[in-house]
Nanobody
């Protein structure tokens, strides 16, 4: 099973993007679905996560601006990003975690110009 991410691009500060991620097949026993990002020279960090019980966690830097949504049945997870800032520039990776394994998407680049 592979995760396919899409929706990245170049946007001006204050703009918005929506990232989407879908699995090529079924994934069972999902624990969390989420998005991570990695900027050049920095470690990969959690942006937002969604548990199967519906709990959402966000990095402090994106709270109030980003919204994660997911569909366990379709094994898809989206990230709506509003009020983008230059510091949001990074490669974004979707992630689906099951008990013993992490599935990762290939990454989609988000670039926010000032």
């Amino acid at each position: 099973v592979q995760l396919q991410a899409s929706g990245g691009g170049l946007v001006q500060a204050g703009g918005f993007l929506r990232l989407s991620c879908a699995a090529s097949g079924s994934i069972f026993s999902i624990a969390t679905m989420g998005w991570y990002r990695q900027a050049p020279g920095k470690q990969r960090e959690l942006v937002a996560a969604l548990t199967t019980s519906g709990n959402r966690n966000y990095a402090d830097s994106v709270k109030g601006r980003f919204t994660i949504s997911g569909d366990n049945a379709k094994t898809a997870v989206d990230l709506q990003m509003n009020s983008l800032k230059p510091e949001d520039t990074a490669m974004y990776y979707c992630n689906i975690r099951v008990v013993t394994f992490n599935y990762w998407g290939q990454g989609t680049q988000v670039t926010v110009s000032s």
